[in-house]
């Protein structure tokens, strides 16, 4: 291996030695421990420091990087105590994730890095989400991101990297090509010779190192970084290396021929180096070994200190309460006069209220700059707030949904319009996984609104307008809100803006420019979590949210001589309880309604709490009218008998006859 200092002085050099052997013999005294027993998993990353350390040392230090699991250099390069560290691997009470997440599934503000989740490419998309914050706050930074070879077949390693192009973010995509993902050699990975040769097709500059050279890889992030912080523009970087041990310890590795074994371990980046400042007369035998026993104590005293401290307290409150990110959701009474507004005008008001008071707020979507919108709903912001804020994006739902919580991370708030609540399916992972877990993790905010047009009775068929808001009102650390009116659609779009917690926001698509109503001018906002109760009746009540209000205000008024307590839910995650036991109480009869299929809807949910908390107040079984439990048609006929509506009045009946 040849190595080419340049211009480093021996002190420079000396240091790249301290950080390259540092993580090495952590990761030494975990293979002991492992083979003791005092830890259970472990994932090694011997023979790839180079690239983590070298690539890490040679960003600044208020520059974010996004690292993979065999990255340990980059977290003791940015001066991660060890002991904090351990107490994260063992699940201590002072690890980063309170034991709540495993290994290196964590980030720090304090250090800058923002670990991973185990689905590995998504990642990718938070890098471009960061960038775009430093892009747009004009800040010369530049973000680094790692991803090894298998995920390079991941759909979001494509998205991520085809934004990054589009839009000339400032993002090191970082390639560790090892060999193998798991047991699965390159050759079953992938067919293009190179991994680099992937930035042709993204119109970037791409470049391949050596992995195992620390210098290559330091002056190469080097001059790619000091360059892009002036000349912002995306970068791959293919770095070749090799997996010395399993994809975890149990994993084994004889899947993997033994010559080649032989062969990488001529090219240990660790021991190459140590002969090569030999060479250079910067280190002896003597200072070798001297610097070896003093991080040989060093490891020793901090691996013992992590293991004294504490265990997670069990505390069940405290578990459900970090879902969230501390907020109280309440309501801002408004101050100006009411206009009457079409249930579209009034999304689009709240967005550019929105947009006049926090400058950090960035829209994004298909279509949503010059176009307005597939609606019309942003018809005119980018005049008013320009291309930088108001964000026409790809068609890449993952990766719009990782940079929103990129942009959070780094100080910004983000609203991403999927172009139908249908197409979440594609950035599904992202809200499920990201988004809704970041907060619990640790400890971070996710400060997203996701737009979901939704909903049938347009006529869109089966791919157009599904109503699934119960994939999401199930799902620990999301906010889930569906207003039925153009007053509640406003205040509840400016609380979900105001609140850090991730939040779906449906608006239904039948309700744009067919249903009007007052609406107050300027900044207010509705509770996250409070339920309208719109008319008060003996006889039963109708429990619904959406257009299910709707057909249930159109029911009674056609059938005077129904009594009924009708509450619109308007939020479906957290919902009102308090709302809900009421209405059973004062009419004992209960029928809950929407739009979404019967089996799995929300509305199970609302029953079975019913079922075992208002028990002793019904008169008769709790009734749920829902729609069919097929896929939506778009013959207006067929569609007319899908929906729920259909089956309202004999629900009302057998409701009523019990």
């Not at 950080?19 to 998993?41: A, D, F, H, S, T």
């Not at 009007?516 to 900044?523: H, L, T």
Request: charged share 25%; net charge negative; proline share 4%.
């Amino acid at each position: 291996m040849t190595f080419d200092r340049k211009d480093k002085d021996n002190a420079t050099l000396l240091n790249l030695y301290l950080r390259l052997l540092y993580p090495r013999m952590v990761e030494e005294k975990m293979l002991i421990l492992l083979r003791q027993g005092r830890i259970g998993k472990w994932f090694s990353g011997i023979g790839q420091e180079a690239i983590a350390v070298g690539s890490t040392l040679a960003m600044h230090n208020e520059e974010y990087i996004l690292p993979m699991h065999r990255n340990l250099g980059v977290f003791t390069s940015r001066n991660i105590p060890l002991t904090k560290l351990m107490a994260q691997w063992q699940g201590k009470a002072s690890g980063f994730t309170k034991g709540r997440d495993r290994s290196f599934h964590f980030g720090t503000q304090e250090h800058r890095i923002i670990g991973m989740i185990s689905h590995l490419g998504p990642q990718m998309a938070l890098a471009d989400g960061i960038a775009l914050a430093d892009l747009i706050g004009n800040k010369r930074q530049a973000t680094l991101v790692f991803t090894g070879e298998g995920a390079t077949s991941e759909g979001d390693f494509h998205e991520a990297i085809n934004v990054a192009a589009v839009w000339d973010l400032p993002v090191i995509f970082l390639i560790e090509n090892n060999g193998y993902g798991l047991s699965t050699p390159i050759n079953e990975q992938f067919k293009c010779k190179n991994l680099v040769d992937k930035a042709i097709g993204y119109g970037i500059e791409g470049h391949q190192v050596d992995g195992n050279n620390i210098l290559e890889v330091y002056d190469l992030i080097n001059q790619v970084a000091t360059r892009m912080r002036e000349d912002p523009k995306p970068v791959l970087i293919e770095c070749l290396t090799f997996r010395m041990r399993g994809h975890e310890e149990a994993s084994g590795t004889k899947y993997v021929p033994q010559e080649l074994f032989e062969e990488w371990a001529t090219k240990d980046p660790v021991n190459n180096f140590e002969e090569y400042l030999q060479q250079q007369r910067i280190l002896s035998p003597e200072s070798i070994a001297e610097i070896k026993e003093r991080f040989k104590s060093q490891i020793e005293q901090d691996v013992e200190n992590a293991f004294n401290e504490d265990e997670p307290e069990v505390n069940t409150e405290e578990e459900l309460l970090d879902m969230y990110f501390p907020y109280v959701s309440t309501a801002i009474t408004p101050t100006e006069a009411e206009t009457e507004m079409r249930y579209l005008d009034a999304i689009s008001d709240g967005l550019k209220v929105a947009m006049q008071k926090h400058k950090n707020l960035v829209l994004m979507g298909q279509d949503i700059a010059e176009y307005g919108g597939a609606f019309k709903i942003t018809d005119g912001f980018v005049q008013e707030f320009g291309k930088e804020r108001v964000r026409n994006t790809p068609i890449c739902e993952s990766a719009i949904v990782g940079a929103a919580l990129g942009l959070s991370i780094n100080g910004y708030k983000a609203m991403m319009e999927m172009q139908f609540a249908d197409f979440a399916t594609c950035g599904f992972n992202q809200i499920v996984n990201n988004l809704a877990k970041t907060h619990y993790r640790w400890g971070e905010k996710a400060d997203v609104v996701v737009r979901m047009p939704t909903g049938a009775g347009t006529g869109a068929g089966p791919f157009h307008s599904q109503s699934n808001e119960a994939w999401f009102t199930k799902t620990p650390g999301l906010k889930v809100v569906y207003p039925a009116f153009p007053q509640d659609a406003k205040g509840l779009l400016l609380a979900a803006i105001e609140d850090p917690n991730p939040v779906i926001y449906f608006e239904h698509k039948y309700l744009y420019r067919s249903l009007s109503g007052p609406v107050p001018q300027g900044f207010y906002t509705l509770e996250i979590g409070k339920a309208n109760v719109l008319k008060q009746g003996a006889q039963f009540c109708i429990i619904t949210y959406g257009l299910g209000v709707h057909w249930a205000l159109s029911y009674l008024n056609e059938n005077p001589d129904r009594s009924a307590t009708l509450v619109d839910l308007r939020s479906l995650q957290p919902w009102d309880k308090e709302a809900v036991a009421n209405a059973v109480k004062t009419t004992g009869r209960v029928l809950i309604l929407h739009e979404d299929t019967l089996s799995c809807g929300f509305g199970a949910e609302l029953a079975a709490w019913i079922s075992e908390h208002c028990f002793e107040y019904l008169d008769a079984p709790v009734m749920r009218c829902a729609s069919s439990d097929t896929a939506i048609p778009m013959s207006k006929a067929l569609e007319d008998d899908f929906l729920a509506k259909s089956r309202l009045q004999d629900t009302v009946k057998r409701l009523l006859a019990y």
